[in-house]
């Protein structure tokens, strides 16, 4: 499988500031995807990444607030701007590994996120 | 809207005893059926996948059942160990590629002593 490295691991950031999540993956992949999971909630899709594409959102989640980046087929960030305490969550990149006629999903270690 | 439903949203099973997670869904599109284990502050994890061609997979203690008919399927944990508590997800994902993944709410899994 895939290795995804995350970072941050957690960041504890001011209102109305912005932090910027990065995802790297060890191999190339067509599809990358952000989610959010609020503390003992599920995951919810926020925005499809392909590369040389423009994100895809999800309903409730629009580019102007979580801008997304996809340079590549290994890269993607995950900007969270003018940051309210609602937003204080989990952010997980997820990327989807199709191997032959099968194919798998692989989560990285998520970016904990403290708004204050 | 949640597009898989998942139960119980908690179990407490004692050890060497067999956990029993259920999930359901109505749209008959979804074609690859996962489930993660999610530990405190990790990423969640794949246990065990299913395609919808097949009733049963098993890979050592982790079984998934799979009821097309009743478009549903369940995660059975044989011999539950301590280690095994956690937050399981199972999940569905619309055919083709290119389609995240939709997830349940989650169940969390005390395994006792």
């Known amino acids: 499988s895939a290795v995804i490295s995350q970072k941050p691991s957690r960041d504890i950031c001011q209102r109305g500031t912005s932090l910027t999540i990065q995802c790297q993956v060890d191999s190339q992949v067509t599809m990358m995807f952000w989610y959010r999971q609020q503390p003992g909630q599920s995951l919810t899709l926020i925005a499809t990444a392909n590369q040389g594409s423009e994100a895809t959102y999800e309903s409730g989640f629009v580019i102007d607030k979580f801008p997304i980046s996809r340079p590549n087929l290994t890269f993607s960030t995950l900007t969270v701007s003018n940051m309210s305490p609602e937003d204080s969550s989990i952010y997980l990149c997820?990327?989807?590994?199709?191997?032959?006629?099968?194919?798998?999903?692989?989560f990285g270690s998520g970016t904990r996120l403290t708004v204050v | 809207q949640q597009q898989v439903k998942q139960s119980p949203q908690s179990l407490i099973v004692q050890k060497g005893g067999i956990s029993i997670i259920n999930c359901a869904y109505e749209n008959t599109a979804f074609d690859y059926f996962p489930w993660y284990q999610q530990f405190p502050g990790k990423g969640p994890a794949l246990l065990i996948a299913i395609r919808p061609d097949v009733s049963e997979k098993k890979e050592g203690r982790f079984t998934i059942s799979f009821n097309k008919s009743a478009k549903q399927f369940s995660l059975h944990i044989m011999d539950s160990q301590p280690g095994d508590s956690a937050t399981y997800f199972c999940a569905a994902r619309l055919s083709n590629s290119g389609y995240a993944l939709n997830f349940g709410k989650g169940t969390s899994l005390l395994v006792t002593p």
């Open positions: 997820s990327v989807e590994e199709l191997k032959g006629a099968n194919y798998g999903y692989t």
